[in-house]
Nanobody, 117 residues
Framework: QVQLVESGGGLAQAGGSLRLSCTAS????????MGWYRQAPGKQRELVAV???????SYADSVKGRFTVSRDNAKNTVYLQMNSLKSADTSVYYC???????????WGKGILVTVSS
């Protein structure tokens, strides 16, 4: 069973930065894409950023220019660098991976990011 473990969340001030990590229990080459989602209280889960096998990435409009998704294949880890944080970025952030062969989705348990204004 594939496991995804998020780390790096916590409290940041508005305008500050945090870097989230998502480490997979298996090689991330087996995933067609990996991404970050977030869910704030009372809201639906939304896509934040996604990166595919060849390193192409896309972002939600709300984070473009502030967040950067990247991957380190040797470490089986995907990162989300979050800069110029806003209070609106406060959410539980989830890592998701889509298996390249089965197209199954795998999710991490989530990690809380709180941005204080």
């Amino acid at each position: 069973q594939v496991q995804l473990v998020e780390s790096g969340g916590g409290l940041a001030q508005a305008g500050g930065s945090l870097r989230l990590s998502c480490t997979a229990s298996e090689s991330i080459f087996m995933f067609a894409s990996m991404g970050w989602y977030r869910q704030a209280p009372g809201k639906q889960r939304e896509l934040v950023a996604v990166i595919n096998r060849i390193g192409s990435s896309s972002y939600a409009d709300s984070v473009k220019g502030r967040f950067t998704v990247s991957r380190d294949n040797a470490k089986n880890t995907v990162y989300l660098q979050m800069n110029s944080l806003k209070s609106a970025d406060t959410s539980v952030y989830y890592c998701k991976a889509v298996h390249a062969s089965s197209l199954m989705d795998y999710w991490g348990k989530g990690i809380l990011v709180t941005v204080s204004s």
